[in-house]
């Protein structure tokens, strides 16, 4: 490695160390004894559910001081002058919490608040504090709402991927993918994580749906790009997403039907604490009986399912303790021509056990038990002729976090993540073991993250994380650094840098996730890498609204793919199964958002460019993936016509995709093995054409009312596509014309929708 | 309002920046390219060579339009010294169609290296090279079971040499049926191919040689797929290795067309692996052996 990296390195995490009493000096003189200093710290939960929330804000009036309550609702405020004060506490959706307190010299107090639930969207929300909402606008970071998840329109039923692709920088291969192709990286560079635990392969119905069931969920976050040292193991990005703890206070539910899937959540308190359960299945085997009476090729089997579950004790002050537990399937038997079959069979088990624990007032440590397999049995039987296939892996770690809040200036988090993966994958043809392979690793990474806050307008984030594989022998530093320059009290200017490493590669296929299996780094497949550069601005001066403008850049090396002409991986080196490659992606998006009043949404838009070069394809050349797009626009609305009547559209606008056009032609007229004649396309640039521009409009209205009295209920109608817009996916060609007939493969057309919601 | 003023600044800046620093990545037009195809099979006479054009993508294609007459076609053959012995000249028999000049009773030998050299006058003497290492040969020391009731629990077997080389074996396996007709095709194919005849030879994907069974003596056992049969009765099978000229390109040829079959995404087409300098197409060889089988139709249930 270069000495200038480890200069840089150096220079870097020398840079940000502070001083010694670098307390804000607006909140007191040095020369004033910390000791006389008080500290306030505590939970925040949902008054009517008592689950905690994440990004909630604490805000000392009339001064600079304040937190957010991290991933476990936990706040910390710390060397408070003693004094009388004012606290206000909030969080969007609920209704501001006010507390006078007065302490004295050297107190601590430990304050557990409980917010209730406020109509957000017609709530007049009133920013005056900075800080308010600092850690979810940090760069690169979006968070998406429950609320959003299922109120906006979606293809037969809620998703949260699909809501996510709404968001500027992310975006869908194509209407039937969930995948996520976030600042130019594919699926496999986001780290995917359910309540700490890695999920492998998060999608149902042939990728068309994500795994992640809207009732279970209590908080998604987005780290679009350059994100933090906290996490690692991907390229590009991270998904945070956190299930609900269950209500502390009574025991309720949803029941949810509709047209692909139905749904069922149970929660409630229990002796020690609450739990939560949620179950959801697909329901179409009626309809596919009743199809498979008149019609040919329609699947012997068909169905997924997942369930969510989880337990918290609260039974101590300073302790937490959960188990959360996730498994989901999908099964698909199709018997596509007579004495011919497709099989399909995957599906994911998470399981965490979860303590977290209050060393002290300003000291919070986490500790996680993770599990997660993901197993995929595709098979294929063609007149007897059985291909089989078995892919798992199944990853045991451990991790634990500490962080420490000596200061209301300076935080330092620190952690260690290790683990064992297992990687089996078993090819079978007619009997016959053709690859078996079986990859263990043992891994560690660690890191230190600190945060600093030399004055009122600057905020430093460094981190450094170190990650080692044994497999291969990888030893690999990240280093990390974010900046923040508060301009004014409403506009903050944002810029990071990282470097990532990536030990795993994704075999997908954009068209169908259901084939989907991970591939690991080993001897002769070197980890990928790739630094990310962002610089961005966010703007809250016009109340209500929201601005958020960020540029990036980011290159990516040594990727490692499986090369895609690969015809039989049987005895092969594991080296030689891959193509490497390099890459990189600038961009800028913009994002335009209105929290309050009847009309809530926003605008995200993104102008991106992205490029990929693997030897020996595209003449070596870099070209654009397909799910490139120069412009990418989405316009998400809702209109809250009255306590009973919403109204929300989805409008979204993007750069035909790229794809290759044909050149030329020839045939093989001599062919030695068979009576065919294959016919073949010359290709000059590929991917250098683009298709129409793809657009499409979504609209959804929902009613809420009761259900006999028994809880409340929501009539959800709605139409993906209102307009039909045919937008083309590719081109398919057909040589049995000459000349050679085209056609355009669609993507979805107008698909109407009605769902009914019971919450008890 | 400084800050909007500033914000916009700033998104005009990147904006501009951006836009003209980005690389020109346009569409190129269609390029005529010259078209080889031959195939030495060791131990057999020198073969055939085709040559011709390729056609714009969306023309009609009739082959008989784009062959190629007048070019000057030599193999050279070099020894597994890397000496060369021999040199080959072709003769045009027919449009496109080239043939060995009086060198009927020579054979292609395997592990040797033949060189293709093709000079066109009529292109300012363009050159087109090509070159091929012919796989080692094979034979099939035992037939375990040469007749069977179609997907019965008896499989039929050959144990076959593994020949030796700097890699694994590439097997494509061929089926040709002796006695097809409309109505003895197993019921697989006779519900996915229209026009039987289109059947009579099929062929597999390549398998590579660990996909097999290897036996204590070093011989490799090699079980027929049920899929390689589309008609009762009796078949011939042909076992080929190839060499890495047909593996590269035949490999790579079902991923052309753009269709989202592969890991490649849907509307990507990308070039079909040649190994041919001034041109493309294939100039490929292999090693044969062959055997003949006969499958039963399974009683009626």
Known sequence: MPKAYYLFLSFFLLSSIPVSGADNPSHGTREESLLNRVTINGFIRDAENGETLIGANVFLMGTDWGAVTNTSGYYVLRNIPAGTYTLRFSYMGYENHFEDISLGEGESLRLDIQLKPGGYTLQELVITSKREQEERQNIGRASISTELITSVPAVLQADVFRSIQLLPGVKAASDFSSGLYIRGGGPDQTLILLDRTTVYNPSHFFGLFSTFNPDAIKDVSLYKGAYPAMFGGRLGSVLDVHNKDGNRYRTGGTVSLGMLSSRAMIEGPYGGGSYMLAVRRSTMEPVLAALRASQDNIPDTFYFYDINAKVNVDHWENNLLSVAFYTGTDKVSFPFAEDANLGLFYGNRTLSINWTHLLSNHTFTNFTLTGSEYFNEPSFDLAGSTFERESTIRDLSFKADIEWIPSQSYEILGGIWGGHKVFELKDSFDENMGMEETITSTYMSTYIQQIWRPAIRWKFNTGLRASYYTNGDYFRLDPRISMEYFLTSETRLQAAFGRYHQFLSLLTSETISAFDMWLFTDDGVPPAYGDQYTAGIKNTSLTGYFLEVEAYYRNMRNLFEIDPFLSDAAGMEYADLFRFGKGYASGFEVLIQKNTGRLTGFIGYTWGLTRRNFEGFNDSRYYPPKYDRTHDLNWVSTYQMSSRWSFSAVFSYATGQAYTKPLGRTAIVNNPFDNNTPNMFTVGRVNAKRLPPYHRLDLSLSRKGTFFGIGEAEWQFQAINVYSRRNPWFYTYDFDYNPVRVSKAHMLPIIPTISYTVHF | ?301
């Not at chain 2, 062959?67 to 027919?94: A, K, N, Q």
């Not at chain 2, 000079?119 to 375990?144: M, N, R, W």
């Not at chain 2, 997907?151 to 074996?169: D, K, M, P, V, Y």
Request: hydrophobic share 35%.
């Open chain 2, 1 to 301: 309002m400084t800050t909007f003023r500033l914000l916009f600044f700033l998104m005009a800046c990147f904006f501009l920046g951006t836009i003209t620093a980005c690389e020109l990545y346009k569409q190129d037009d269609y390029v005529e390219q010259y078209v080889v195809e031959s195939y030495l099979i060791a131990h057999e006479e020198l073969p055939l060579l085709l040559l011709s054009t390729t056609s714009s993508a969306h023309e009609l294609f009739d082959f008989s339009q784009r062959v190629v007459s007048g070019g000057e076609v030599l193999i050279h053959r070099y020894g597994t010294t890397g000496v060369r012995d021999t040199t080959y000249r072709y003769m045009e028999e027919r449009p496109g169609l080239y043939l060995p000049q009086g060198s009927d009773t020579d054979l292609v030998l395997p592990r040797h290296t033949y060189r293709l050299e093709i000079t066109l006058p009529q292109d300012d003497h363009h050159k087109i090279y090509a070159e091929t290492v012919v796989p080692d040969t094979f034979s099939i020391v035992e037939t375990v079971r040469s007749r069977t009731v179609y997907q019965s629990e008896n499989r039929l077997e050959f144990n076959i040499t593994a020949n030796q080389g700097h890699r694994q074996n590439y097997y494509i396996f061929s089926t040709e049926a002796l006695e097809p007709s409309p109505y003895n095709m197993t019921p697989f194919w006779e519900d996915v191919e229209d026009n039987y005849q289109d059947a009579i030879i099929t062929s597999t994907e390549i398998t590579n040689e660990a996909s097999f069974t290897a036996n204590d003596d070093g011989t490799l056992n090699l079980v027929v797929p049920w899929i390689a049969f589309a008609f009762y009765g009796p078949s011939k099978i042909t076992a080929y290795s190839i060499d890495d000229n047909t593996y590269d390109f035949f490999r790579s040829l079902p991923f052309h067309i753009g269709d989202g079959g592969s890991l490649l995404s849907p509307g990507e087409i990308q070039n079909v692996i040649y190994h041919v300098e001034g041109g493309i197409g294939i100039f490929g060889s292999m090693s044969s052996v062959e055997a003949e089988v006969y499958l039963d139709r399974p009683a009626e249930p």
